[in-house]
């Protein structure tokens, strides 16, 4: 994830934190803070240490272990700027304009404010995979046009100058842990959006998440039921439940037939407080101590470092530097 703000919102935890937490035993896994990703927007030097920061010390908040996974700051492992430089000298310049992501941010920046870090994005995506021979990549459904690039990429590297990489498969969360905005539900949560009344952070109060629960839109329907379609916000709040509770969304629906829309964001108020009072104290705390949560990050992108240079000095090798 970038560090593009102070907090992460519930939406990564459901969507992306709370899925890698479950691949740590089975997969020997790499997770890293993408602060160079983060440089193609406009950002404060202080700001974004102090963001980057946050953001892992929410990965361990959150149940990503340092001592079982990876988990690393991406500019602390030189390899991937070098690898990217790499790839996109093998990169076809329409290849890199097809991905959508890149016509969607340049048209909502303009010319002017579009700079070429942001075309070349999913190349150095491509470099952070492919440095750890990835056999997977869990990413959103909005991510799988990049990795299907990155398969591209380590697919002509090989033939052209001999086998370096591992070529990846991406593994798709299902459609059902998205997470939409509470004050606009058929719009993704995100931590980027413009106004924050509908999103829900990590880091924030539990009671500021409590009321923002409250004020939730819904429909004048007034019966709990999952519907996408015609009700998108009680679909929504569902949704959040369901996953926080690991509870069927039919069984929520009975247990709140004939009850309020109050009674059913009462209920989810308290069980996003339980699930996240505690990952909001575990995080602070862990920021409380900056000195020692350095010292975490440093020490794994040591170990990080070790295979990413294994996989960069044979692709130097391969291509004559
Ligand atoms: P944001 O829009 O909050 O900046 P990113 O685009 O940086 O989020 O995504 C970081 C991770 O969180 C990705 O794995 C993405 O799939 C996941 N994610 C982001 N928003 C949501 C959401 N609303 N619902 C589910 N998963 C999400
Ligand atoms: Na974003």
Known sequence: MQPSADSLQIGNYIGALMQWRNLQDAYDAFFSVVDLHALTQPNDPAELREKTRRTAAQYIAAGIEPSRSTLY??????????LAWVLSTITG???????TQFKDKSQRYGADNTNVGLFTYPVLMAADILLYQADIVPVGDDQKQHVELTRDLAERFNARYGTAFTVPTPVIQKETARIYDLQNPTAKMSKSAESDAGVLWLLDDPAKSAKKIMRAVTDSDGSVRFDRENKPGVSNLLVIYAALTGTQIPAIEDEYAGRGYG???????????????????????????PAELDRVLAANAARADEVADRTLADVYDKIGL
């Open 73 to 82: 700051v991406q500019s602390h492992v030189r390899a991937h700027a070098e």
């Open 93 to 99: 310049f329409g290849e890199a304009g097809r991905m």
């Open 263 to 289: 009674d059913f964001k009462k209920g989810l108020a308290e069980v996003v407080v339980e699930e996240f009072g505690p990952v909001r104290q575990r995080a602070l705390d862990l920021l409380a101590d």
